[in-house]
Nanobody, 120 residues
Framework: QVQLVESGGGLVQAGGSLRLSCAAS????????MGWFRQAPGKQREVVAL???????NYADSVKGRFEISSDNARNRVSLQMNTLEPEDTAVYYC??????????????WGQGTQVTVSS
């Protein structure tokens, strides 16, 4: 089992910045894909940004150039720096952690979610 603790959500004006952090503990293996999803009211949960243990990253088109994901593998932490926030970024943001003994053997875990609200 893996436990995820998120922090950093809140209320910010459009154009502002927030930083989300997620700390993982428990049975974390060598191969990991970590990241953030979000879910706005009435919409499906969508991927925001992902990063792997080897450092490869993937971003949703809507956040490219504004958000940056980073990880501290030694401390089992992943962070999301969100800049130039827009009202459309308002959502509950969920930390997502996939871990396993191989890339084809990853088990997925979710954080409890943290609210990000961007006012216009």
């Amino acid at each position: 089992q893996v436990q995820l603790v998120e922090s950093g959500g809140g209320l910010v004006q459009a154009g502002g910045s927030l930083r989300l952090s997620c700390a993982a503990s428990g049975s974390i293996f060598r191969f990991n894909v970590m990241g953030w999803f979000r879910q706005a009211p009435g919409k499906q949960r969508e991927v925001v940004a992902l990063i792997s243990t080897i450092g490869s990253t993937n971003y949703a088109d809507s956040v490219k150039g504004r958000f940056e994901i980073s990880s501290d593998n030694a401390r089992n932490r992943v962070s999301l720096q969100m800049n130039t926030l827009e009202p459309e970024d308002t959502a509950v943001y969920y930390c997502n952690w996939k871990t396993g003994s191989g890339w084809n053997d990853l088990k997925q875990y979710w954080g409890q979610g943290t609210q990000v609200t961007v006012s216009s």
